[in-house]
């Protein structure tokens, strides 16, 4: 376990020291705030390298601003156009997948890990395999292959930070008592756009309501997730391999505000939560300086704003996602590998409007029986193996998705 929660190995540093950061996924919603939280504190923080997937113009704009010595985007058509807009700045251009694994070698203190989807387990495992602080908040990765990272991760002595703000606040509340004095976990939920929403209306909902979350600015892809509940699954899976938990001491509550981001209850009736405002730059920010903390990260949040706190039990019936992913952890071997790219294929096509909201989750549940059916079951031991259940698992849905898409919402 690499997650410091009573030490802090690092906290006798001094406080002038620059720490070199490096941004897998620099141009999403993520990057974009770790680079704003790094613009605004230039004493404390140098950049090494980022990376993007196809937006050359935006990742040579974000590369210029911190000055950074290494940029790459994956997709290699997007060379020339990078190289042309970085011009004579000195910051080397590079592109194509294994320019990503370059960006997470190059020396730096600290990577964030934000490229969204399974796509970003080679780079975050390269920076994790050199013993980097990472903050982590591609949680798919963890969830394609969350057994293999945080052995590796062990190994390696490299220190996960968890930057998914629900884990950041477990994280954060955990530093209350010791390990094993914590009886479970409360992760929190806003709910979505669908929360008051019957089944029928959730089933026939549109992308552009769905895109609508209320709380929360984010990337499209875990954007929908949220709308599907999709993404509390992703982190009940995420919590069970950082911190090392059980699924029946991880729970789920809905709450409407997104200010209470999760909390740890101790053995003697305890709750420790952190609360904070919904904003990402928070947590991004407790990762990025931990173990000390960033001064003004967001703006602060104001109680006279805050009416009420509410809590409430999810529902598994109009949220189908939430109990399939419950199940792939309860499941084992490879099944939250093949949930987790069953639900890519499965949202990629809803952004498409090549399948119906309802079909996402029936689409990874189609999946997931295809796959057993198949003998794709085992835990995968190496990168390698992830990727090759990733991938078959992509196909599967991919020849279901037909299938599933012409069934009425
Ligand atoms: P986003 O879509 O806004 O950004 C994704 C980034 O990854 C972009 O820089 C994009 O260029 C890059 N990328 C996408 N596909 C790629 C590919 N195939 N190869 C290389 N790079 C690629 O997403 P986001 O909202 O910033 O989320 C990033 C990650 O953080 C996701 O795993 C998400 O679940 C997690 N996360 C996000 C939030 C949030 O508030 N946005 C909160 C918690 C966790
Ligand atoms: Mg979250």
Redesign the pocket.
């Known amino acids: 376990m690499t997650i410091q929660t009573t030490t802090n190995p690092v906290r006798g540093r001094a406080a002038a020291d620059v720490r070199t950061i490096s941004v897998?996924?620099?141009?999403?919603?993520?990057?974009?705030?770790t680079i704003d939280l790094i613009l605004r504190n230039p004493r404390r923080y140098r950049v090494a390298a980022v990376?993007?997937?196809?937006?050359a113009a935006?990742?040579a704009r974000l590369a210029r601003s911190v000055d950074a010595k290494f940029a790459a985007?994956?997709?290699p058509n997007a060379y020339r156009e990078l190289k042309d807009a970085l011009g004579n700045s000195g910051i080397e251009a590079a592109a194509g997948?294994n320019a990503?694994v370059e960006a997470a070698l190059h020396p730096a203190d600290w990577v964030m890990?934000?490229?969204?989807?399974a796509?970003?387990l080679k780079?975050t495992l390269a920076a994790v395999e050199r013993g980097a602080m990472v903050g982590l908040?591609?949680?798919?990765?963890l969830v394609c292959a969350g057994a293999l990272f945080m052995r590796r991760a062990a190994h390696s002595k490299a220190t996960v930070l968890p930057?998914?703000?629900e884990h950041n606040a477990l994280f954060q509340a955990m530093a209350s008592g010791r390990r094993d004095e914590v009886r479970r976990v409360v992760i929190t939920a806003s709910g979505g756009p669908f929360r008051t929403w019957s089944k029928d209306a959730i089933a026939g909902a549109t992308r552009e309501q769905a895109l609508k979350h209320p709380n929360?600015?984010?990337?499209?892809?875990?954007?929908i997730?949220s709308a599907s509940m999709m993404?509390k699954g992703?982190e009940i899976i995420e919590a069970h391999h950082l911190f090392a938990l059980p699924s029946e001491q991880i729970d789920v509550l809905v709450h409407p505000q997104s200010i209470v981001h999760g909390m740890v209850e101790f053995l003697d009736g305890s709750f420790v939560a952190q609360l904070g405002p919904p904003d990402?730059r928070v947590?991004i920010a407790h990762c990025l300086s931990w173990p000390d903390r960033l001064p003004d990260a967001a703006a602060r949040l104001d109680w006279t704003k805050v009416t009420s706190l509410a809590f409430e039990q999810p529902d598994l019936d109009r949220f189908p996602a939430l109990r399939l992913a419950r199940q792939a952890l309860e499941a084992g071997g490879a099944a939250s590998t093949v949930l987790n790219a069953a639900n890519e294929v499965a949202v990629a096509a809803f952004l498409a409007e090549r399948l119906h909201f309802a079909g996402i989750a029936g689409l990874v549940e189609a999946a997931m029986d295809a796959a057993e059916g198949r003998g794709l079951t085992k835990e995968p031991a190496t990168i390698d193996e992830a990727l090759a259940i990733d991938h078959n698992s992509r196909q599967i849905a991919s020849e279901l998705l037909p299938g599933i898409a012409a069934k009425a919402s």
């Open positions: 897998l996924g620099a141009t999403g919603s993520i990057g974009t705030s990376t993007a997937n196809s937006n935006a990742l985007v994956a997709d997948e990503l890990a934000a490229i969204s989807g796509t970003g780079p908040a591609n949680k798919e990765c930057v998914d703000s929360w600015s984010m990337g499209a892809k875990i954007t997730d993404n992703l990402m947590p």
